[in-house]
């Protein structure tokens, strides 16, 4: 059986933009995107001894989780400027601080892969502009608080 490469175009991004007393998530694509990162970084310590016959060990002490996506930035409508939702949760949430930049945030592959997570990040940055001749780009990076959840894919549900 001959092995098939994945496609990075296949990663999608939603944001919960519920509001009110809604309790269940409302998941709105964040429409767009032309590049998508899912990055860990860990904090590594230094656990060898003497009963190591010379030989060192580390161990993780502390995960963290980061995605960095970069787009164009779109409208919804020709006549008037209607946002894409999903940009806009995302550009809202980076303008504020503390609790209020916190936002609900899922990232799936939609080509059948089981590859699916769910979690709470804080958006750092929103960029936008660029020169007369781009379409206007933006980029952003969401910031993990705690550990995001394993979920099933919703591609697969």
């Known amino acids: 059986m001959a092995l098939r490469s994945l496609l990075a175009k296949d990663w999608a991004l939603e944001v919960d933009t519920r509001t009110g007393d809604a309790t269940a998530p409302q998941w709105t ?3 767009g995107l032309t590049s998508f990162t899912e990055t860990t970084d860990d ?3 230094d656990d060898g001894d003497f009963d ?3 030989w060192g060990s ?3 002490t502390q995960r963290t989780w980061s995605i960095e996506a970069e787009g164009k930035r779109k409208r919804t409508d020709a006549q008037a400027f209607t ?3 999903g940009q806009e949760a995302i550009r809202k949430a980076g303008r504020v601080v503390g609790f209020a930049a916190n936002i609900r945030v899922r990232w799936y592959r939609r080509d059948g892969s089981p590859d699916a997570y769910e979690g709470t990040a804080t958006v750092s940055g929103f960029t936008k502009g660029g ?3 781009d379409l206007e780009p933006f980029n952003f990076t969401l910031n993990g608080q705690g550990q995001p959840n394993e979920i099933t894919s919703p591609t697969l549900d």
Do not use: K, L, M, Y
């Open 43 to 45: 904090n590594t310590e």
């Open 58 to 60: 580390t161990v993780v």
């Open 52 to 54: 190591s016959d010379g």
């Open 29 to 31: 694509r964040v429409n």
């Open 131 to 133: 020169a007369v001749t």
């Open 83 to 85: 946002p894409d939702p």
